[in-house]
């Protein structure tokens, strides 16, 4: 038996970005802003920033959860696809890094939409917890430390309603999931938590080969 995903060559990748990728000026700039970054790498793709809007676009959401900003591109396509009267509240401890998002948020007139907590996630996530949000959230993205993947995902699924979608980035970390040499505990940490959502009975799962490896989870 054949494998049923296509090999996703250079060539056949831009092609797809050329009948795809819906650019604007506003995202390509932070893109080019973020790749002078020294941590260039944690910035999600142009296609999976477009993926993003569409869920929450198709979903309807009008609540959303970021963990992990970095520079605002993720955000930035949330924020954008949200409509005038949703919230996404986004957590880092980055002060730095999350000036350019806000640069770039109040350049795209959603800076509104957007509740930036710099602080630890996990302190944010468990105060709203502790203030009554559980189940009041529509959409969550985690793209932060991985040893806490697992951490956040455990709030962000009491803080979702059910029927709420969760995305987790990074999942194939670079194809060092599968190399048993490999065992740096980020590498363990993402092995362990991909495990855990697939034996999860909470959940309706899909875990999707783009990018470095993208899983949705949708609360029951």
């Known amino acids: 038996m054949s494998r049923a995903d296509i090999k996703i060559t250079d060539d056949l990748a831009a092609y797809v970005r050329a009948v795809s990728l819906r650019d604007t000026g506003l995202l390509k700039r932070l893109r080019e802003e973020t790749a002078k970054c020294p941590d260039a790498r944690m910035q999600i793709t142009p296609e999976q920033g477009q993926f993003m809007a569409l869920l929450v676009h198709a979903l309807g959401v009008r609540r959303a959860l970021e963990i992990g900003v970095f520079t605002g591109y993720s ?12 919230k996404l509240v986004a957590c ?9 998002a806000r640069r770039y948020w109040k350049e795209a007139g959603v800076d509104r939409k957007v509740d930036l907590r710099l602080r630890p996630a996990l302190e944010t996530l468990d105060q709203m917890l502790a203030e009554g949000a559980a189940g009041t959230f529509d959409f969550a993205f985690i793209d932060a430390d991985k040893a806490n993947y697992a951490n956040y995902y455990e709030r962000a699924l009491v803080l ?7 995305l987790v980035d990074n999942v194939l970390w670079s194809g060092r999931v599968i190399d048993n040499a490999v065992k740096d505990k980020d590498t363990a940490a993402i092995r362990e938590f991909n495990s855990k959502l697939h034996n999860d009975d909470r959940i309706w ?5 783009i990018s470095d490896g993208l899983t949705l989870a949708c609360k029951k």
């Open 75 to 86: 955000s930035l396509c949330v924020a954008l696809a949200l409509p005038d009267e949703g």
């Open 92 to 100: 880092d401890v980055n002060a730095e890094w999350t000036s350019i």
């Open 160 to 166: 979702l309603r059910p029927g709420g979608l969760i």
């Open 205 to 209: 799962l899909s875990m999707l080969p």
